[in-house]
């Protein structure tokens, strides 16, 4: 069975960074698109980065480009989100997603848990 778990979530201070993972098994991994997704208290989910299936395509949300991102290390079936100049409207519960084909467009069919990002002032 699919299972995606997430880690790397914490408290950091706003202009700080962090850096998620997500550990990925029961599917082959290096065929699949892969996202993160994040909610807010209160907000919608919304699309935070994706990344296809070989890294060669990637996209980003307007608020987080220039400041996040996403990559993947299909050896060790892990997805990652590196966080940088982190902001108090980041905090929310991130998910890391997977594809139902090797490009994100085709859309997501399993989510993870969920790991918990707080930035403070």
């Known amino acids: 069975q699919v299972q995606l778990v997430e880690s790397g979530g914490g408290l950091v201070q706003s202009g700080g960074s962090l850096r998620l993972s997500c550990a990925a098994s029961g599917f082959t991994f290096n065929s699949k698109a892969m996202s993160w997704y994040r909610q807010a208290l209160g907000k919608e989910r919304e699309l935070v980065a994706s990344i296809s299936n070989g890294g060669g395509t990637l996209n980003y949300a307007d608020s987080v480009k220039g400041r996040f991102t996403i990559s993947r290390d299909n050896a060790k079936n892990t997805l990652y989100l590196q966080m940088n100049s982190l902001k108090l409207d980041d905090t929310a519960l991130y998910f890391c997603?997977?594809?139902?084909?090797?490009?994100?467009?085709?859309?997501?069919?399993?989510w993870g848990k969920g790991t918990l990002v707080t930035v403070s002032s």
């Open positions: 997603a997977k594809g139902r084909s090797w490009h994100a467009s085709v859309g997501m069919d399993y």
